[in-house]
């Protein structure tokens, strides 16, 4: 049997592979919406593909050198091609932002650079790149705001990422993002709110608000005021249909008391937070210009929970920032103990190029990083496990959101993020169900129906 032939025959196919954060793969997505105008379909391999887009993450050493090593993988791809079929590739995201002239230098045979804040243009780009040899770079930060210029983004299965913020103001000094993502800008209300009702029309129920700062989102509203967060949250909660609302990454010093409050006010808005507090140590914490203590960290927290009392916490953690000593990791270590989280990502400090932190002395030895992180991520891991086998035996509302690895499996996540497998039928996909929770398993939870007919 042959494949029914479409009457457009795909003429180009696209692979993008995504680094980095959730606002990289929002921007995925946006890029292959862009492209598909054109003529461009998404294959799910490099090897077959005409064009290949690299959304690339600047944020540590590792990530970035990655990009290298798979421009290299791609180079010996394109050029064992023995079908005569091009390969353009193009590097976006933030490496290309931040070290546009080394990609061209190391690798002249890129043929497209855009930035997190132009690849809007990508067609105008492509058609560029067509026509011409070496690269096309286009990495300035354009006055008009990509958003504009965007289709209506395309629905894949019941969760969906919405940027709704971008940049960064704040300039911690160990950070490469508000040099890769330019200035803060927030969405105006009546477009994310129209982003929204078309996600939710086309069967979404949970949407996770992207902002690299996305608690300081100051977004024009339809009445000419601002408004912001959670201002914009209760107004998504009046959507028809859209069960679950989330929203990543915050940052402490814009964590506002209408926003904490909505978590009291807003039944959609899931019992979770990802707030990153990044060390313990006020030392640190100032020489890493957080702009909030220790304590003002606390606070937050109480304040949270006194608004909803099961908030779900998880944070970020950097170790061996240049001159924290042993107390300086004690007291981060102290904060965790103290603070309780239900998940967190540490890592060890990178330098990055242009950051002030690069040029701070007394850079901590690798050995020690190793050491702190090993210790951290212990502890992490065991607040994860507690806070798991916690849920064990406890009826939770998990929304149904994708096919498991095993036939009849469903994929779902808990209020708290957590993923969890239950036997169902596909036709639950998308539907929140009740679930007693039966099991831990390695960071997920097994769970069945408390009315078993549902299933
Ligand atoms: N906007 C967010 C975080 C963005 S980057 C915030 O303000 O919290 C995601 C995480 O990467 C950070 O929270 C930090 O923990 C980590 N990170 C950023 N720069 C880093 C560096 N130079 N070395 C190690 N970790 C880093
Ligand atoms: Fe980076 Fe700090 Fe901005 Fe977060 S707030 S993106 S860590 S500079
Ligand atoms: Fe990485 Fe850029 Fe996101 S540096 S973490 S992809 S904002």
Not at 39 to 51: H, I, K, L, R
Not at 120 to 138: Q, S, T, Y
Not at 221 to 237: F, K, V
Request: glycine content about 6%.
């Amino acid at each position: 049997m042959t494949a029914p032939t479409s009457p457009l025959p795909p003429r180009r196919k696209l692979f993008i592979k995504t680094y980095g954060c959730q606002m990289n793969v929002y921007d995925s997505a946006r890029m292959a919406d862009v492209l598909a105008p054109q003529g461009f379909v998404s294959t799910p391999t490099p090897e077959d593909a005409d064009m290949v887009i690299l959304n690339t993450c600047h944020i540590r050493e590792k990530a970035a050198e990655k990009v290298f090593s798979d421009l290299g993988r791609l180079r010996s791809m394109k050029t064992a091609r023995r079908n005569g079929q091009d390969m353009m590739i193009a590097v976006a995201g933030c490496v290309a932002q931040a070290e546009g002239a080394e990609i061209t230098a190391r690798a002249p045979y890129v043929d497209i650079l855009v930035g997190p804040q132009s690849y809007h243009r990508l067609p105008e780009l492509v058609a560029r790149a067509d026509r011409k040899n070496g690269a096309v770079v286009d990495t300035e930060f354009p006055s008009e705001p990509k958003f504009d210029f965007l289709p209506a983004p395309r629905a894949e299965g019941p969760t969906a990422f919405l940027s709704v913020q971008e940049g960064c103001d704040k300039f911690c000094t160990f950070c490469v993002v508000p040099y890769t993502r330019g200035a803060e800008y927030s969405r105006p209300a009546v477009d994310v709110l129209r982003e929204a009702q078309g996600l939710v029309a086309a069967g979404v129920r949970e949407i996770t608000l992207l902002g690299q700062n996305v608690n300081a989102y100051h977004g024009d509203a339809a009445d000419g005021s601002t408004w912001g967060l959670g201002r914009l949250a209760r107004a998504l909660a009046e959507i028809d249909g859209l069960l679950r609302i989330r929203y990543t990454t915050s940052h402490p010093r814009d964590m506002n008391d209408d926003l904490m409050a909505a978590h009291r006010d807003v039944p959609q808005l899931m019992p979770f937070l990802h707030l990153p507090v990044q060390s313990g140590s006020d030392t640190i914490l100032a020489e890493m210009n957080r702009q909030h203590t220790r304590d003002d960290y606390r606070r937050i927290i109480d304040q949270l929970r006194s608004y909803k009392s099961d908030i779900a916490l998880s944070s970020d953690f950097i170790v061996g920032f240049p001159g924290e000593t042993d107390a300086d990791f004690k007291a981060t270590i102290d904060l965790i103990e103290e603070i309780t989280f239900a998940q967190a990502f540490s890592f060890k400090y990178s330098q990055r190029p242009g950051t002030p932190a690069t040029a701070m002395k007394k850079h901590v030895a690798e050995e020690i990083k190793s050491e702190r992180l090993a210790i951290i991520q212990a502890l992490i891991d065991k607040q994860l496990d507690a806070f798991n086998e916690s849920c064990v035996g406890r009826e939770l509302d998990v929304l149904l959101t994708h096919k498991g690895r095993h036939d009849g499996q469903i994929v779902g996540r808990t209020p708290y993020l957590q993923p969890v497998y239950v036997t169902a039928e596909q036709t639950q996909i998308g539907k929140v169900a009740r679930l007693r929770i039966t099991e831990v398993a390695t960071y997920s939870l097994g769970a069945e129906f408390v009315d078993a007919h549902a299933a």
